[in-house]
């Protein structure tokens, strides 16, 4: 089986392709704005792969939280690509991509020990991150945005594996306020690659959704959105 995945959820964003148990992935542009990369981006991996678009079983999409755009543009573009070829599009948490790669790295480096929670954080600008908590794999925080002091003083008592674009950003204030705390390396990791494995896992187990099905993880309400209510207020 053969997947093509995509991340728009971060500003360099990334792509890959998973093929019999292999995955090849490579970063975007973050020079560039996501709509002018794609999806010229996706055809040229799948051509230095000697793939082409038919070749394709599933298409897989981070579906956010991040960058509103990015997330519109990225899900777009797969919808598009899923539609075009009869195939189903799957949709990952690019949280869930995070704790994923958290979890893998933190199983070999402590030789199946029992691994620290993983707080995944991703920028949310304005001073404030989209944050999750993870144990052995499974969500025991659901997706918040708030600023990174409001989520280090919900961890004190047991101080995390932090991960995401948002953690070299309060890398300080993390370090001061959880000493205890330790950040991932790379602490902010491209996610196209286990967007893929995760999507392939749930293709192989069954679940294969019309690409309309695919809703973004937005987490904060847009502007727009918070404009229009003031308005009616």
Not at 78 to 93: E, N, R
Not at 150 to 159: I, K, M, S, T, W
């Amino acid at each position: 089986m053969i997947v093509l995945a995509l991340d728009t959820s971060t500003r360099e964003g990334s792509c890959a392709i998973a093929r019999d148990g292999e995955v090849r992935e490579e970063a975007g542009d973050a020079g560039r704005s996501h709509a002018e990369q794609l999806p010229q981006s996706l055809m040229s991996l799948l051509d230095r792969n000697g793939l082409s678009l038919g070749d394709v079983d599933v298409f897989a999409v981070a579906t956010g939280p991040g960058s509103f755009t990015g997330l519109r543009v990225g899900i777009a573009a797969m919808q598009g690509l899923a539609f075009a070829t009869a195939k189903p599009l799957l949709g990952v948490s690019a949280l869930d991509a995070l704790a994923a790669i958290a979890a893998a790295d933190s199983h070999r480096e402590r030789g199946g020990a029992t691994p620290r929670p993983v707080a995944t954080w991703i920028d949310a600008w304005r001073g404030e991150v989209y944050a999750a908590l993870y144990s052995e794999g499974r969500e025991i925080e659901a997706p918040t945005v708030e600023s990174p002091a409001a989520v280090l003083a919900r961890l004190r008592d047991r101080p995390p594996l932090l991960i995401g674009d948002a953690v070299p950003i309060y890398a300080d204030l993390i370090r001061r306020t959880l000493p205890a705390a330790a950040i991932a390396e790379p602490a902010a990791p491209l996610l196209a690659g286990m967007v893929a494995r995760l999507a392939l896992a749930s293709a192989r187990a069954g679940h294969r959704p019309e690409p309309d099905a695919i809703r973004p993880l937005y987490v904060r309400r847009s502007d727009a959105e918070i404009s229009r209510d003031a308005r009616a207020v």
